[in-house]
């Protein structure tokens, strides 16, 4: 990629996540070139939350390695929390189109990193397993309250990674 279609790219993406800030249901409405079609330019989007989740996570990892009872649960939605508040466009597009075939690789990506670095998952587990986990984790995450608020988050994300019956 030459730094000319990677400023045209991002400048792109700007003004999609500029749209979003209005109107999360019609950011993609118009695709913006470079990108050929909504399958692409999703894919770019969620290449960027997961920089921006990536970063967050490596640097909460590290604290919670760091500190005398560090909790890398905590740590990890600390950090998914930190990210989504820091990107609400980005984070109202993707939620709003996460059922694009565009983006499955990346939500299982996704997924198996939330579970292997809170270390809820190996990554020698199988995959369908990691990103079970990994899901169960994130609709966790998204539901329950604030730190302050919240009480036996392990036995709510027992029954939650609990085999189907």
């Known amino acids: 990629m030459s730094w000319n279609t990677y400023y045209q790219r991002k400048h792109a993406i700007d003004a999609v996540l500029d749209s979003a800030r ?3 249901d019609r950011a993609l409405d118009t695709i ?19 920089q921006q989740l990536g970063g967050r996570l490596e640097v909460a990892l590290t604290d ?14 600390s950090a998914w929390r930190r990210a989504a508040a820091a990107n609400p466009a980005l ?3 993707l939620d709003h ?4 075939p565009a983006l499955r690789a990346g939500a299982t990506a996704e997924n198996r990193l939330l579970a292997t670095s809170a270390g809820l998952a190996e ?3 199988p995959e369908h397993d990691a990103t079970r ?4 984790f994130q609709q966790l995450l998204r539901a329950s309250p604030p730190p302050a608020e919240r009480r036996g988050r392990t036995g709510v994300l027992r029954k939650l990674l609990a085999p189907s019956r």
């Open 22 to 24: 209005r109107d999360p």
């Open 97 to 100: 189109h996460a059922e694009h």
């Open 32 to 50: 913006p070139s470079p990108f050929a079609d909504a399958g692409e330019l999703l894919a770019a989007l969620q290449h960027k939350w997961l």
């Open 133 to 136: 986990v990994g899901q169960a």
């Open 64 to 77: 919670a390695e760091r500190a005398p009872h560090g909790d890398r649960v905590e740590a990890v939605t």
């Open 91 to 93: 984070r109202a597009v």
């Open 123 to 125: 990554e020698f587990e």
